[in-house]
């Protein structure tokens, strides 16, 4: 039986004999590509098995394979009720198996004996009510494995079979090829058929790397006429064609492993560990669209790392899965690249990271290794975490989130602009906004760029492009109109400037938005060099609030030179061009004034999209004919990540509110850094103020949590709803309120890690 679906040599096979990059952006067509047009798609709209949206605290015990006989079950059936917590995920089989499997080449752990330590965690559990995910790991097999089916292991650009980095008396295995598609799925089926569990987690699914095997050879060759590329440039046609022949692999994996389960549990389900922002490798909006529910993995903090970084990726798995459950795994050790897999971090640093999550909408999973622990201290932390989340549970039920202003993210812009920089070229430019938007106390939401038709961002005012560089034709054409609409553009540096392929325009997709034209040239990496804040002819310019005393601030590091297509009268930014910045006796300016403007501000009167129809004014972000638009020429936004000069951060907050030109849904105002989030529920709605001052707030861990207040909190709440009783949940108690029309205004005495302001309407 033919295992291997052929929708991507159907898909690739006309390209066959092109090789150009232009001839490979006409004909791959991207849309087309992730569309799943798939006979096997009639199983995208199968429903979300009925558990999903039940479990809010999750557990997840990966036994290692010396646990059976030694770890006592007991002890975390005791833990899991301890906790409250309502799901677990349990070691089932892959790379180790933990109950009798009969799979060929499915390796007992050695010590299971005639044990089933997985059955018998997944009947305690049964018994506490919970939800019960087997999970599986295919990354690394076994010398037999090896010996029988040299063609399951993965395979190096050099062509040797590859041993596994880290466990060396193993094999990294093909990803792509029949080890995942044929005996995997028969380890799934024998699980399922077993168990009948909720779902099956599999974990490390997606390969190793690139993978060099005669089947990813010869498939990719089916799949596209070339050969596997060796390096990663986007521009290189095979290297295009690879990001997504993967992509349509791994989908068909997903779809294969699901209609499998489902055929044994039609309440069941895989969920593959995967997602992210703008540089993970499978498409997001493909992903929202599958997954009935789905597993954040970004277990804690390394490196330079902000504690709103949990809940940014809470909100880049919202930006296309919508209202569907999404659960953020943490660890309870710490997650730096020399893998302490069994150490444990302290409880004010979990209790931030868990914090932030929750506020953006994930539902809690702690997850542990081993089930013999060498350290117990974080069992007490958790069980205050989850208990305290238990309490709370009504008002984490959320609906919708209200915040007004959209932050894009852009796999496509990551992947065929960025390619290897996609870090500092991409991510960076939105770490910027987002820790602005942060500072600035701005309620957000994360968009995806294939999202932006007029259903996904009808509820925002102001969309943010940091850098968005790739945007096909239609993609500039669905940004017009919401700004036809009504809504409010802010774009920084090359924006539109390439196509989704990554191909570069001569002037940007979006030049008549921003009524500005690229001139050819780019001027960087700047040194010294300013911009001149134009007091005189732009006094009071809403962009200059919090700098009237200001004469000038530090340029970025990047910038584009542009030429106005119309006349900007009294621009308030201007250029004062880089100077040496040694000798010292050199230091001076050479030219003090220019009248190069370095940022662009426009109201939208008259609409751009004249052909809009009158039915979409159903979905009207602001009204029309109050569209704004701003465009910085430079990477104001990456340079604020990398510099974090206060004087960026006024302008990137004040370019918000000048474009957003509306009251923002909740204000809060008092000392300290805050994460505030606001929410719809079925009932009521909350305000989470996510208390993130700390002097480990850029790099953890955290040693303590220290307080701050007290805040002043004001809501809008939305037309035709009143307030009914206000809690606050973390210090239990009734604030005083004040009521205005559609506002309500209260005083937060102090704020440890995490309040909510809980609104009955
Ligand atoms: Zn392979």
């Not at 250029?575 to 001076?588: Q, R, S």
Request: glycine fraction near 6%; hydrophobic fraction near 40%.
């Amino acid at each position: 039986m033919n295992r291997f679906p052929s929708v991507s040599r159907r898909v690739f096979l006309k390209t066959s004999s092109l090789t150009s990059a232009a001839a490979i952006a006409r004909d791959f067509s991207f849309q087309r590509l992730l569309a799943a047009d798939a006979p096997q798609a009639s199983l995208e709209p199968d429903a979300a098995p009925s558990w999903t949206d039940r479990p809010m605290r999750w557990a997840q015990l990966t036994l290692v394979e010396d646990d059976p006989g030694k770890f006592d079950p007991q002890f975390w059936l005791d833990y899991f009720k301890r906790t409250r917590s309502d799901a677990v995920c349990l070691s089932a089989g892959g790379c180790v198996a933990y109950y009798p499997t009969q799979v060929p080449f499915h390796h007992r752990s050695q010590w299971l004996g005639d044990q089933d330590a997985f059955g018998d965690l997944v009947a305690g559990c049964r018994k506490l009510g919970m939800v019960v995910l087997a999970r599986t790991d295919p990354h690394a097999t076994y010398d037999d494995v090896h010996d029988a089916h040299p063609d399951w292991i993965a395979v190096d650009a050099s062509g040797q079979p590859r041993r596994h980095w880290a466990s060396p008396e193993l094999w990294v295995t093909c990803g792509l090829g029949p080890y995942n598609f044929e005996f995997m799925t028969e380890v799934k089926r024998e699980i399922m058929s077993r168990y009948k569990v909720d779902a099956i987690f599999i974990n490390r699914w997606d390969g190793s790397g690139m993978c060099y095997c005669e089947h990813c050879r010869k498939h990719f060759k089916e799949a596209s006429g070339l050969e596997l590329p060796l390096a990663n440039d986007p521009q290189d046609p095979a290297r295009r064609a690879y990001l997504l022949w993967r992509q349509q692999r791994l989908f068909d994996l997903w779809r294969l492993w699901d209609r499998e389960v489902r055929k044994i549990n039609p309440n069941a389900c895989v969920i593959p560990n995967t997602g992210g922002g703008a540089t993970s490798s499978l498409d997001m909006k493909k992903i929202g669209e599958r997954a009935p529910t789905l597993i954040a993995d970004r277990q804690a903090r390394r490196g330079l790392a902000a504690p709103w970084a949990n809940g940014k990726n809470g909100k880049e798995f919202r930006a296309t899965m919508g209202r569907k459950p999404i659960v953020g795994i943490f660890s309870v050790g710490l997650e730096e690249p020399y893998r302490w897999k069994d150490s444990v971090q302290s409880e004010a640093e979990i209790r931030l990271w868990v914090a932030d999550g929750v506020a953006n909408g994930l539902r809690p999973w702690f997850t542990k290794f081993s089930g013999v622990l060498h350290d117990e201290r974080w069992l007490k932390s958790v069980e205050r975490i989850y208990q305290r989340l238990a309490r709370w549970e009504k008002y984490l039920r959320n609906q919708s989130p209200l915040a007004r202003t959209g932050l894009v993210y852009s796999q496509q812009t990551a992947w065929f602009y960025g390619g290897d920089r996609a870090g500092a070229k991409v991510e960076d430019h939105t770490l910027g906004w987002y820790q602005a938007l942060i500072e600035a106390r701005i309620p957000f939401e994360m968009v995806h760029d294939r999202l932006l038709d007029a259903a996904h961002l009808h509820q925002f005012k102001t969309l943010i492009l940091p850098n968005i560089a790739a945007l096909s034709d239609a993609q500039c054409r669905q940004l017009r109109e919401y700004v036809t609409r009504g809504g409010s553009l802010i774009a920084t540096y090359e924006t539109s400037l390439y196509d989704q392929w990554g191909v570069k325009r001569k002037d940007f997709g979006l030049s008549d938005l921003f009524c500005v034209s690229f001139t050819g040239r780019v001027e960087g990496p700047m040194h010294n060099a300013y911009l001149r804040l134009e007091h005189d002819s732009a006094r009071g310019h809403p962009l200059l609030k919090g700098l009237e005393n200001t004469p000038r601030i530090i340029h970025g590091v990047w910038r584009l030179e542009v030429e106005a297509r119309e006349k900007f009268p009294d621009p308030p930014l201007t250029l004062i061009p880089g100077y040496p910045d040694l000798p010292m006796e050199k230091v001076y300016p050479r030219v003090t004034k220019t009248d190069i403007a370095q940022v662009f501000l426009r109201e939208i009167k008259t609409p751009l999209t004249p052909s809009l129809s009158p039915s979409d004014g159903e979905r009207v972000a602001g009204r029309p004919g109050e569209g704004r638009v701003v465009y910085f020429p430079w990477d104001i936004d990456r340079t604020f990540w990398e510099v974090l000069c206060v004087d960026h951060f006024k302008l990137l907050r004040n370019a918000v509110e000048w474009a957003a030109n509306e009251e923002p849904p909740v204000m809060v105002t008092g000392p300290g850094v805050l994460d505030v989030t606001v929410w719809r529920q079925k009932d009521s709605m909350t305000v989470h103020l996510v208390n993130l001052t700390n002097p480990m707030m850029m790099k953890g861990p955290i040693r303590e949590l220290i307080p701050v207040g007290p805040q002043k909190v004001r809501v809008r709440l939305p037309d035709g709803v009143r307030a009914g009783r206000v809690h606050l949940l973390a210090a239990d108690r009734t604030p005083h309120i004040e009521r205005s029309g559609q506002h309500i205004s209260l005083t937060v005495p102090s704020i440890l890690d995490h309040e909510i302001v809980a609104i009955d309407l």
